[in-house]
Every structure is written in structure tokens, then in C-alpha cells.
């Protein structure tokens, strides 16, 4: 759910989009804050990426990403879209906020022959632009805008360069500005929610060493009342002061970045690390930042590079970064940061790291494969180690800014692409990493998978290379639990101390030790499932003839976050016509804590190809119709309705019951493999799986004891799979274990036969 508006005129009310009905696009809806009670106000048919209201609460704007990677700005008509303006993909253009009359919104471009972002006045009925602002001294992108409470008016703009620079736009904020600077000289400045009369704001104040307060400022009287610290606990007298720094990369570009040394210490040969950001379409800015003052004050000097592609300082500056992830200029931005460092005497080219979260996570891994001889360390924070599979595995919701990533990243259906971006994945050149590495990652990521850190900590483990594991089974992208972040910083801070030689403080809390305990992954016994790219040939059909009708009752385990619930579960195999038709039904049903569930699958009977497939759980319906390579059908949720569509080359097949019926009709043997199309009805696509028979074993359940030939599934990015024990000589499923999405919470789902009957 996202927030689109908080209507003044309507204080009981708020505007979200929400993807519960497709989880590729976000609806409107107008929700009660007091109850959540909600009323559909705009469904999403038109693959619109974010929403603009006025301030009356009126949707008034949509911005879509088109095939192309085009940002188009639409006017919202009762009846359909109207396109206002649009830009490349190179470029940057959009709305901020609208008017108070409502008559125009303010917009921001760098659309044509400009570089930097500027701030517009832009009319929605005719696309004609009036330029307000941009950066009085050319420098960087249009950064902010400061708007009156009590007159919706446009009071001042702010720019966010080597320090945050604000311009009043009427002399009463003038004044404001003025008093703040003179109370609370050279910090940083945020003065803006203000009360609706404008009579009083909040003015938000920091430093580099002083985490942000927060003021209540009187404006009539100029006076300034503390409302709140936000870490009274932190002893800032021992914090290191950030300098803006440039230095000057190998081919003439001049890399904007931010350096912090620890507080009395001589800037000579110092251990360093280098803490790339994020995104990487994201920057880094001044001020007080935990991670860095927590590296300095263990000795560590800290340099923060904004490499090409990072955000702010312009189009041409952003595009330098296209398609140069690794191997290309991002990364040799990063590089030769530690080489100016080493130029200026500041560190010890023996004792220099690199650390970094998410993009900053990958960038660690590129610089110990790529430049193994300039890092001692490298600690990787929920980063991707090939991007061909993180591509693979993006979030539903990233659907419609997928073109973005197909011109700044790669383009997956371009084998030119796909092997430069395999050439510029850490993981196909982790032979060459010889610096000792700590991954850590959240299993339920839904952004960067826990394959991308299995597959790099499994490959080092196989190359010898010296490797630590930490994975936090109730953490995303990110961790957000603060016994989880300290027991990770505590693991952070020791692989740094015996690398780098800084401080350490080896006590902490028995709880938090307790936790570190249970997060860290001995990497010799982690398993990757193998990609199971098509290494066989596909299944077209099934053989009907060996189902025999019955009945089945299996017993359901799914085990999540340490708690475990069990449940019966049935499925019946019975034969049937549809439409004329002779076919063989797969029936499924459960009785969950979540409510009953349904699962039907007709399909033909000779080839077992599914016909038609019916869902029921809860208040909700799929069904899906299937000719060959196509399915259409629709999810039906209460009053919503998704529909679904999708085609392919080939048969596609279900997952669930019908699939398992089928697979037991094959003569497998250990060794054989094959690949499957499945439609996957979440995602709305279909997926190609791998099937491998990796051996047997003897399987005792309730129902008996199974000489079973132990089947894997695992989708061409190795997740996503399942292992099926199917006893060949009964031709059934007696045992299937499977992994659930972190959209589900994680954890694995075992079931396993406990009575049949013919």
C-alpha cells in the first residue's frame, strides 16, 4: 500500500493505492482512517506506475512507463487517460503537488537540451509549461519544494549539493530562515509542516555530529521550543565531523563525494572503508549518518562515493552509469576513490573494506572480484550477486518500471545484454575474490531473493575462499529489528577489527548474543537448489492411462518462524467429461487456520493436459481456462476481479495436485531431466521449471513404507521449487516438501500421505 493523498478537506479519509487485486498495479482507494473501511475510487487497467491528486483529494494525474521506458504524464478522465506530457527514457519529468485553485501543478523536467532538473508550472489541459526555478548555481538537480499551510503558496525551494542550500520564495519565510540560522548557526535546516492557520512549524535541525531535533518554532514570536530529540542517548561529543570531498575519476569526470575521519585521529594512513549507497539511483548527502560514526568510532575512516548513476547532479551524470554496473564506470568510480584516498596519504592501501546494502551489497561483491588487490575485506548487506537472476526475480510490483531496468541495467531478451551482464555478476568471477567477506541477508527479501546470497556464499565455500554467513529468517531487505541490528553490527564490528585491526567490544547483552547465535550460517551447510534451466526436453503431456481413480488423504505441516501447524488435507482422482470431453479431475481440499480451500483441475484424460483449473479460499475465486500454450481466466476477491492472461510456445501445466498426479505417470529414474511451462497465477505469467530425478530412497509414512524416486522442481533461477517423493510402483506422490514465498511469510510446507483408498 502506498499513500497518494491526505485530503485537507477531508481529515477522516485518506487516499492509498493498494495491489491486493493485481500485485503488478496499485489501485485507488479511498480509505477511513478510523475503521479501514475502503471505497474503490480508480481500478488500474492502464498499467499506471503512481498517482497525483489535487489538494482537495481529486485524481487528477497518473504517470505510466510505457514498453519503451518512456515516462508519460496522463490527465485522469472519467472515461480513460489523457497524455499531458511525456520524456525518454534518459530523462526525468513529473508532477509534485497541484495548485491550490487547481488549476495547474507544479512539475519537474529535464526533458530537450537541459541537464539539470527545474522546477515548472504545467497545465493539465495543455501540456504548456512554465518554468519557476532551478539551481541558482547551476550545480544540481531541482531538490525541494516548501509550501504554505495557510496559503498553499510555493514559500521556498531547496537544493540538496556539498550541503543542503534553501531559497525563500516570500520574505516572511525569509525571516523565518533567518531567525533559525541565527539560533542554530551552521546545521542543516528543514522548516515545513506548519499548522493550518501558518501561525507555527516545525523545524527540523541537525548536523554531521547532531542527529536531528525537532523544534516547535512560534513564528509570530520567533521563539524556537525543543519538541523532541531523536537520539538524546548518543554521546556526540565523540563524533567525527563529514567533509564534502571531490576527486577526479581516471577518465576526467569529477566524482562528488563525502568523507568522514575519525574524531582526533591524524588523516595518514588509516584504515578505511568505503561505503557505497544503495539504488544505486540514490545518492548520499551530508549530515548525520549512524553507520559511518559508528565506523569512525571504531577507527575506520569512511569514504562515501556518489558514483556515476547516482541521483542529483543531473541527467548526463545519471546516464554515465547506464548499462557500467562491475565492470564499468560505477564501479571504477568506487575504485579509484581508494585510489585518491592512497594519493593523499589518508589510507593504508593494506587495510582497506568495502561495505555496502542492497546496491551497495553488489558493489562490494564487484569490488572484491573485480579489484581483489584493493580490498582486505568486504561485508555484503543483502546485495545480488548476479544480475541476470536478480532481474529474473524482481517484485511484482516493479512491473510497470520495468523498462527503467531494461535501459539502465540490461535488457533480459538481448543476449548481448544478458551475457554483459553476466560478465559484470560477481558470482561468474568469484575465483578471483580473495578478501575475506561476511554476507547478510533477510530470508523473506523480496527484492534481492536469498538465492543471490546462497549462490556467492556457496560458491566460495566450494573455492576454499574464507566466507561467513548470517541470514535473519524474520528480516527483508534490510534489517529492521533492532535486536537483529545490533547482533548484526556486533558481527560487523568484530570481522572488521580482525581484518582491519580497529576497535572491538567483544561483550554484549545475552540476548543479543543469543541472536547472533541463531543468525549465523555455517556456509557448509547451506544448499543451492540448481538453476533448473530446460536441460532435458519439455513435457508436453502425461500418460492418463496410469491414474487410477481414488481417493487420498495426506497430512499437512507447514512450519514458519519457529511455530509449526498441522492439518488434513484430501485429494480425489476421479474420471469425468467436460464439454464432451473425457477428462480426469484433481480435486484438493483443506481446512486451514486461513479458512477452506478447494483446488479443482480437469484435464484431459490421455494426456493429463490441464482444461480448466478452479480455486476457492476464503472470499476468494480463480479460474483459469487453458488451450495449449494460453490460459485466460481472472481472480475474483470480494467486489474485485483481476483478469488473467498469459501465452507461451509449448503445453503449460498447473502446479498442485494435478501436477503431482501427472509426474507419478512418468518412468523416472535417477539421473533423467526434463523442464515444465507452469503458470503461475500470483504472478501471471508462466514459468519455465526444471524437473531431475536426484535418486531414491525409502519412505515410511502412515499409509506404509515407499521405495519412492525423489523428484526435484526448481525454476530457471533455482527458486521457487519443490521435492516430490513419488512411489513408482503405486504411481503416487507420498511425500512432497516445498518452500513458501516470503510474500506468505516464508518457511516450507510438508505434506505426507496418511491413508488411500481405491
Not at 61 to 67: G, K, L, N, S, V
Not at 86 to 106: H, I, K
Not at 278 to 292: H, K
Request: hydrophobic share 40%; net charge negative.
Amino acid at each position: 500500500a502506498r499513500i497518494v493523498a491526505v485530503p485537507e478537506n477531508d481529515p477522516e479519509h485518506v487516499m492509498l493505492a493498494i495491489n491486493d487485486r493485481d500485485p503488478t498495479l496499485h489501485d485507488v482507494y479511498r480509505v477511513a482512517i478510523a475503521t479501514g473501511e475502503r471505497e474503490l475510487v480508480r481500478q488500474n487497467d492502464d498499467g499506471v506506475a503512481g498517482w497525483l491528486t489535487d489538494l482537495e483529494g481529486n485524481l487528477r494525474m497518473a504517470i505510466q512507463i510505457d514498453e519503451e521506458g518512456n515516462t508519460i504524464t496522463y490527465r485522469v478522465e472519467d472515461d480513460g487517460l489523457e497524455p499531458v506530457y511525456d520524456c525518454s527514457p534518459l530523462e526525468t519529468c513529473g508532477p509534485v503537488r497541484f495548485t491550490a485553485d487547481g488549476s495547474r501543478a507544479y512539475f519537474i523536467s529535464n526533458k530537450g537540451n537541459a541537464d539539470l532538473m527545474a522546477l515548472y508550472l504545467i497545465d493539465p489541459a495543455t501540456g504548456e509549461l512554465e518554468r519557476v526555478e532551478e539551481d541558482p548555481e547551476g550545480r544540481v538537480d531541482f531538490g525541494d519544494a516548501i509550501f504554505s499551510e495557510a496559503t498553499e503558496e510555493l514559500i521556498a525551494t531547496a537544493y540538496e549539493d556539498e550541503r543542503t542550500r534553501i531559497y525563500p520564495r516570500d520574505e516572511e519565510f525569509a525571516r523565518d530562515l533567518e531567525r533559525a540560522r541565527a539560533r542554530f548557526g551552521d546545521a542543516d535546516l528543514s522548516l515545513r509542516s506548519m499548522t493550518e492557520d501558518g501561525s507555527k512549524m516545525l523545524a527540523s535541525v541537525s548536523s554531521d555530529v547532531e542527529p536531528a531535533s525537532t523544534y516547535v518554532y512560534d513564528r509570530a514570536t520567533g521563539e524556537f521550543t525543543l519538541l523532541y530529540e531523536t537520539r538524546p542517548e548518543i554521546p556526540t561529543e565523540h563524533l567525527a565531523p563529514m567533509e564534502p570531498v571531490t576527486y577526479t575519476a581516471r577518465d576526467g569526470v569529477e566524482i562528488p563525494a563525502f568523507l568522514t575521519v575519525p574524531k582526533g585521529v591524524e588523516r595518514e594512513a588509516l584504515s578505511v572503508v568505503i561505503f557505497p549507497h544503495g539504488g544505486p539511483w540514490a545518492r548520499d548527502a551530508w549530515g548525520y549518518s549512524g553507520i559511518p560514526q559508528f565506523l569512525a568510532n571504531r577507527g575506520y575512516g569512511v569514504l562515501q562515493p556518489n558514483f556515476r548513476g547516482s541521483t542529483g547532479y543531473g541527467k548526463e551524470f545519471l546516464n554515465l552509469g547506464n548499462d557500467q554496473w562491475g565492470t564499468g564506470t560505477m564501479q571504477h568510480d568506487i575504485s579509484d576513490g581508494v585510489a585518491w584516498l592512497i594519493e593523499q596519504g589518508i589510507a593504508d592501501p593494506d587495510h582497506v573494506a568495502i561495505m555496502g546494502g542492497s546496491y551497495g551489497g553488489y558493489a562490494t561483491l564487484a569490488g572484491l572480484a573485480f579489484t581483489p588487490d584493493l580490498y582486505a575485506a568486504g561485508v555484503d548487506i543483502v546485495g545480488p550477486s548476479s544480475i541476470v537472476t536478480l532481474l529474473e526475480s524482481i517484485p511484482p510490483y516493479w512491473k510497470p518500471i520495468q523498462a527503467i531496468f531494461d535501459v539502465r541495467v540490461g535488457d533480459l531478451d538481448d543476449p548481448a545484454d544478458v551475457e554483459r551482464m553476466k560478465a559484470q555478476s560477481p558470482l561468474f568471477s568469484a575465483e578471483r575474490i580473495e578478501a575475506p567477506l561476511l554476507v547478510i541477508q533477510g530470508a523473506n527479501d523480496p527484492r534481492v531473493k536469498q538465492r543471490e546470497s546462497d549462490q556467492i556464499v556457496v560458491t566460495l565455500r566450494d573455492l576454499g575462499r574464507e566466507v561467513e554467513y548470517m541470514v535473519a529468517p524474520d528480516e527483508g531487505h534490510g534489517f529492521a529489528n533492532e535486536d537483529n541490528r545490533l547482533a548484526m553490527f556486533a558481527r560487523i564490528e568484530a570481522f572488521r577489527a580482525e581484518h582491519l585491526g580497529g576497535r572491538h567490544q567483544a561483550e554484549m547483552e545475552p540476548d543479543i548474543r543469543a541472536r547472533l547465535d541463531s543468525m549465523m550460517v555455517d556456509p557448509a551447510t547451506v544448499e543451492l537448489a540448481e538453476a533448473a534451466a530446460p536441460a532435458g526436453e519439455a513435457v508436453d503431456a502425461f500418460v492418463g492411462e496410469k491414474v487410477e481413480p481414488g481417493s487420498y488423504t495426506f497430512t499437512q505441516t507447514v512450519d514458519r518462524g519457529g511455530q509449526s501447524m498441522e492439518f488434513e488435507a484430501t485429494r480425489t482422482v476421479s474420471e469425468g467429461t467436460l464439454d464432451g470431453r473425457a477428462v480426469i479431475v484433481i480435486v484438493d481440499q483443506a481446512t486451514t487456520p486461513m479458512g477452506s480451500a478447494v483446488d479443482s483441475t480437469w484435464t484431459d484424460a490421455a494426456t493429463l493436459v490441464p482444461i480448466r483449473r478452479m480455486i476457492h479460499q476464503g472470499p476468494a475465486t480463480v479460474e483459469m481456462n487453458f488451450d495449449g500454450g494460453s490460459v485466460t481466466g481472472q481472480i475474483q476477491a470480494g467486489p474485485q476481479t483481476m483478469p488473467l492472461q498469459a501465452s507461451g510456445e509449448g503445453t503449460v501445466f498447473v502446479s498442485g495436485g494435478a501436477l503431482e498426479v501427472g509426474l507419478a505417470t512418468l518412468e523416472l529414474e535417477a539421473g533423467d531431466v526434463a523442464a515444465i511451462r507452469l503458470f503461475e497465477a500470483l504472478e501471471g505469467r508462466i514459468r519455465t521449471y526444471g524437473v531431475e530425478a536426484t535418486g531414491t530412497e525409502t519412505v515410511e509414512t502412515p499409509a506404509g513404507t515407499f521405495d519412492a524416486v525423489v523428484v526435484r522442481l526448481a525454476s530457471e533461477d533455482g527458486s521457487g521449487g519443490q521435492t516430490l517423493w513419488i512411489a513408482r510402483d503405486e504411481g503416487v506422490v507420498v511425500k512432497a516438501e516445498a518452500a513458501l514465498p516470503a510474500m506468505a511469510g516464508g518457511g516450507t510446507a510438508t505434506a505426507v500421505l496418511a491413508s488411500r483408498a481405491e
